[in-house]
């Protein structure tokens, strides 16, 4: 019987979700760091063109594990998945950086 949790759309799914909250987790970072407010992370900082490119690179830290996980369990579907929206966000990364 085939898995049905195994489906590219998961990996989709998994890699958006580990990229908000890996952009939750910088944020919390950086403003109990520099002592700023999240709103003004997400107005002043998070826009501006430098910081942009690091801070979603930085995010992505919080997809290797759900990677590996979803390795270990053999989902392999959903990797593929995680591994496309992992490219997808890089190329737009790269747009974005050179725009």
């Known amino acids: 019987m085939k898995n049905i949790k195994d489906h590219i759309l998961l990996g989709v799914a998994l890699n958006i979700l580990g990229t908000i909250v890996g952009l939750l987790i910088v944020a ?12 003004y992370f997400f107005t ?9 490119t690091k801070i979603l690179a930085l995010c992505q830290i919080v997809n290797v594990p759900l990677f590996f996980f979803l390795l270990r369990k053999e989902l392999y579907k959903a990797g ?3 591994i496309f929206m992992f490219f997808v966000l890089v190329i737009v990364t790269l ?5």
Not at 44 to 52: E, N
Not at 95 to 99: A, G, K, P, R, S
Request: glycine share 4%; net charge positive; aromatic share 28%.
């Open 28 to 39: 919390l970072i950086f403003t109990s760091y520099k002592y700023l407010s999240f709103s």
């Open 95 to 99: 747009i974005y950086l050179f725009l």
């Open 44 to 52: 002043d900082v998070f826009p501006r063109h430098d910081y942009t």
């Open 80 to 82: 593929r998945g995680m």
